[in-house]
C-alpha cells in the first residue's frame, strides 16, 4: 500500500464550489504539506503543518484553507473553487527527525474548476 | 518566488548518453535536494547533497554543488529510456532566516530519452 494517498485523484467541479481535497499518510511523519502544480511553473507551496496544532500559510494560500484532523490527515479546502485553482495537487509529508527532510509525495489530485 | 532555476528547461537525448542538468538558487542553503517525476506522478526524492560537500554519488547519478556560485547539477549517465520524466532541485529555507523549515522546488528540467 501506498505510504502517502491522496482522494480523490480526479476532480471536476463548478465555479463557486466548495470542494476538499484529503490526504492521508502511514509514515508517521509530523510534517505534512499542500503544494499546487501548474505546467511551466513547478510547484508552489500552499499551506504546510509541522504537527497537528501548527498550521502556515505558504506561498499561495489564498483562497484555500487546511484542516489537519490527526497526525495522519491533512486537508485541503477549496471554499469557492474558480478556474484559475484548476491544477495538479500534491500532498507530502516529511520527518524532521531523519535530519534529511526528504520529502515523500502522495500521487497528486488533478482538480478542474468550470 | 522560486528559489531553484533549472537548465535546460528541457533536454532530449538518446538511449545511452549522459544527461546533465543544472540548478540555480538565490539564497544561502544547508541542503539541496534532486527530485524526479514521471508524467503527472507524485515526485520521488533522488539525492541530497549538504552545502559543505561538494560532490554525491547514487548509482548512476552524480550530483555537484558550488555554494560560491549557487549552483548545482545532476548527472545521470548511461540514460535509459526510463530516466524519462521531469526532474526538479529543491532547496531548504532555512538560509533565508525563516524560523520553519520548507523547500522551495524549481520549475523542472523535461528529460527525454529516445530509445
Known amino acids: 500500500d501506498a505510504d502517502v494517498t491522496q482522494t480523490p485523484r480526479n476532480r471536476i467541479t463548478k465555479t463557486g464550489k466548495r470542494i476538499m481535497l484529503e490526504c492521508s499518510q502511514t509514515?508517521?511523519?509530523?510534517?505534512m504539506y499542500w503544494y499546487r502544480q501548474d505546467p511551466g511553473l513547478g510547484l508552489r507551496l500552499i499551506y504546510y503543518?509541522?504537527?497537528?496544532?501548527?498550521?502556515n500559510k505558504g506561498e499561495i494560500s489564498d483562497g484555500y484553507s487546511v484542516s489537519r484532523q490527526a497526525q495522519a490527515k491533512f486537508s485541503l479546502s477549496l471554499e469557492s473553487a474558480i478556474p484559475n485553482q484548476t491544477a495538479l495537487y500534491f500532498c507530502?509529508?516529511?520527518?524532521?527527525?531523519?535530519?534529511?527532510?526528504?520529502?515523500?509525495f502522495g500521487p497528486g489530485t488533478r482538480l478542474l474548476v468550470l | 518566488s522560486q528559489q531553484g532555476e533549472e537548465d535546460p528547461q528541457a533536454l532530449s537525448i538518446q538511449e545511452g548518453e549522459n544527461a546533465t542538468m543544472n540548478c540555480s538558487y538565490k539564497?544561502?542553503?544547508?541542503?539541496l535536494q534532486w527530485y524526479r517525476q514521471n508524467s503527472g506522478r507524485g515526485l520521488v526524492h533522488l539525492i541530497l547533497i549538504r552545502s559543505n560537500e561538494r560532490e554525491k554519488h547514487s548509482g548512476r547519478l552524480r550530483v555537484t554543488l558550488d555554494t560560491s556560485k549557487k549552483s548545482s547539477s545532476l548527472l545521470i549517465t548511461a540514460s535509459r529510456a526510463a530516466d524519462t520524466a521531469s526532474y526538479f532541485c529543491?532547496?531548504?529555507?532555512?538560509?533565508?532566516?525563516?524560523?520553519?523549515?520548507?523547500?522551495?522546488f524549481g520549475k523542472g528540467t523535461l528529460l527525454t530519452v529516445n530509445p
Open positions: 529543491a532547496t531548504d529555507d532555512r538560509g533565508s532566516g525563516g524560523s520553519n523549515y520548507k523547500l522551495t
Open positions: 503543518s509541522f504537527d497537528v496544532k501548527d498550521i
Open positions: 507530502a509529508t516529511s520527518d524532521p527527525g531523519t535530519g534529511q527532510e526528504t520529502q515523500y
Open positions: 539564497t544561502s542553503i544547508n541542503n
Open positions: 509514515k508517521g511523519h509530523d510534517r
